[in-house]
């Protein structure tokens, strides 16, 4: 019997939660994007479940996107991960999310670079090469100020993911724009991924696993900025 897997998609708005078995898709469901909250997250994980007759023990394997992204979004998403596979005794293993946007552009894309929204002008960014059906990474996730990314860019690349949504009139025109209903990572996707480095041996720990932010929230730069202005004690 094919691994029966559950995948997790919350790095952006339009979360999403899927069941495979293997690399086979048996469902996906979008979740409303006003709607994305840990409460609101186990009803569609259980509406899965039940689309597939699964009881939550027959889950071997979940999968989930561990960023970059929405701070509050990988962290409902990987604890839900977490949550669940330590309760029914499964594995859990984590895929990054730029690889997932990278995988879902389409296949004649030689050179792709992916990109999520970082907000302050600024871009999560990884490049990837693709021959064939094989993805490798050219370079490793990194945050990069919109213009400078801009400015970078080589003929004959070709550019996918949310983060384009506001920057597509300013790509230079030998770039390639993937279309955008392939911009948005899926959780089928992150499932696929998942199964592919299972099967080749690959394991997460449970207890280790955690949200890649690749940055500090605004919260606790704001902290840090109050902790280096006050003064030195006598």
């Not at 919109?146 to 004959?156: F, N, R």
């Not at 279309?179 to 690959?202: C, F």
Request: proline letters at 6%; glycine letters at 6%.
């Amino acid at each position: 019997m094919a691994l029966r897997i559950l995948a997790l998609e919350t790095s952006t708005l339009d979360a999403s939660v899927a069941v495979l078995e293997g690399e086979r898709i048996l469902g996906q469901l979008t979740m409303d994007r006003t709607r994305r909250t840990a409460q609101c997250f186990a009803p569609a994980i259980a509406d899965q479940l039940h689309s597939v007759l699964w009881r939550p023990q027959d889950v071997q394997l979940v999968a989930v996107a561990v960023g970059p992204g929405s701070f509050t979004g990988l962290r409902v998403g990987v604890t839900a991960a977490k949550t669940f596979a330590y309760a029914v005794g499964a594995e859990v293993f984590g895929i990054h999310t730029l690889t997932v946007i990278a995988r879902q552009a389409p296949t004649q894309a030689g050179f792709i670079s992916a990109v999520l929204d970082a907000q302050r002008q600024q871009l999560f960014v990884a490049d990837f090469h693709r021959r064939d059906d094989e993805l490798t990474e050219a370079s490793q996730p990194r945050i990069v100020d919109v213009d400078q990314w801009l400015a970078e860019l080589s003929p004959g690349t070709a550019v996918t993911g949310p983060g384009l949504a506001r920057l597509c009139d300013r790509i230079p025109a030998e770039v390639q724009v993937i279309a955008a209903s392939h911009w948005t990572p899926q959780a089928a996707t992150v499932g696929r991924l998942a199964y592919v480095e299972y099967q080749s041996g690959t394991r997460h720990d449970l207890w280790t696993l955690n949200p890649r932010y690749y940055r500090s929230s605004a919260a606790e730069e704001q902290w840090r900025g109050r902790s280096q202005d006050r003064p030195a004690p006598p």
